[in-house]
Nanobody, 114 residues
Framework: QVQLVESGGGLVQPGGSLRLSCAAS????????MNWFRQAPGKERELVAY????????NYADSVKGRFTIFRDNARNTVYLQMNSLTAEDTAVYYC???????WGQGTQVTVSS
């Protein structure tokens, strides 16, 4: 079964950190670029970070540059999003996506609040 399963979300205080994981199955993970998106309440889904199939190229939204890091482990079929210095504006449901197509995970909630 082709699927993406996110995990690692939760409640964190401002300034804190979280690491999200997205486990892929049912396809050859290592040949696909991957994205992390997020959607806050009342807002459109936005692209947060991109990583190429080998991990050699990454791109970030301006709002998260210097705070978030996307990386992957092709041996484990997993892509990660390390999030540091979190603020309330990072509160959203975070989704991983196989780049260029409609394959999405179910999402994981990240809430930044004191």
């Amino acid at each position: 079964q082709v699927q993406l399963v996110e995990s690692g979300g939760g409640l964190v205080q401002p300034g804190g950190s979280l690491r999200l994981s997205c486990a892929a199955s049912g396809f050859t993970f290592s040949v696909y670029s991957m994205n992390w998106f997020r959607q806050a309440p009342g807002k459109e889904r936005e692209l947060v970070a991109y990583i190429s199939s080998t991990g050699g190229t990454t791109n970030y939204a301006d709002s998260v540059k210097g705070r978030f890091t996307i990386f992957r482990d092709n041996a484990r079929n997993t892509v990660y999003l390390q999030m540091n210095s979190l603020t309330a504006e990072d509160t959203a449901v975070y989704y991983c996506n196989r780049a260029g197509g409609p394959l999405w995970g179910q999402g994981t909630q990240v809430t930044v609040s004191s």
